[in-house]
Structures are given as structure tokens and as C-alpha cells.
């Protein structure tokens, strides 16, 4: 009898989730009418406060040179990181509440991070000018 009652409370449960009063052929398909993200506008400053990069993925313009402000007391770095080979780019250690720049390099996505802290990781797209 449980069985029974069990089966026709699933059987009423699914056919309930499968009901509709609404034509499915009348029904105007939803479309997405929120813009796609656009490219970030170019910065000429990254700044470095509470161990990170801040924007983390910052896009800069070829040849442009980018100050790098570190707000934190502790010293860092804002070096490339290359899959191979000497870094692009490096601000050298740039002391608690100084400012130190780099110059950025030709178009293309770069791996950022701190020599001095190496979990402080970013990324920076360089555009052209």
C-alpha cells in the first residue's frame, strides 16, 4: 500500500513540474539585450596596496610609461614574467609609499607578478597606440 501511494505522489509531482497553462509556439524566444563587455579603456597607473596589483588586469598602451605607486609599507616589484628568458619589463623594488614606472612593450598579454612576493600575480595587455 506505502508503495502505492509513494508511486502516484511521484507520478502527480512529476507530471505537475511538466504542466504548463502557457502555447509554448506563442512565446517569444528570450534574448540577451545586455552589451558585451568592452575592452578596458588604457591606464597609465597600477597601483600596488594590500599585496596585489591593483586593476589585476590592466590594460596599457605600447610604448606608454606606467607609474606604479606602492601604497603598502612592505617594498615590491612589479615585474614581467616570461614563460622563457629575462623579464620584458621591471620596476625594480619600488620602497614602501614610493613610486616606481616601467615602460610598456610592444602589443600583446603579459604575465605580471612581484619578485619579492611571488603569490602577487596580475596580467597586462598591452594595446597599440
Not at 8 to 16: D, I, K, Q
Not at 23 to 30: G, H, N
Not at 46 to 64: C, H, L, Y
Not at 70 to 81: F, I, K, Q, V
Amino acid at each position: 500500500m506505502r508503495k502505492a501511494i509513494l508511486a502516484a505522489l511521484l507520478g502527480a509531482a512529476l507530471l505537475a513540474g511538466c504542466g504548463s497553462d502557457d502555447d509554448m509556439t506563442t512565446r517569444e524566444p528570450k534574448t540577451n539585450t545586455a552589451a558585451a563587455p568592452s575592452a578596458a579603456a588604457p591606464v597609465d597607473t597600477i597601483r600596488i596596496k594590500d599585496f596585489e596589483f591593483q586593476p589585476s588586469r590592466a590594460t596599457v598602451t605600447a610604448g606608454q610609461k606606467i607609474s606604479v605607486p606602492n601604497e603598502d609599507s612592505a617594498p615590491h616589484t612589479l615585474t614581467h614574467e616570461p614563460t622563457s628568458g629575462e623579464p620584458l619589463f621591471d620596476t625594480g623594488t619600488v620602497r614602501g609609499e614610493q613610486t616606481g614606472s616601467f615602460s610598456a612593450p610592444k602589443p600583446g598579454t603579459y604575465n605580471i607578478f612581484c619578485d619579492i612576493h611571488p603569490f602577487m600575480k596580475g596580467e597586462i595587455e598591452v594595446v597599440a597606440s
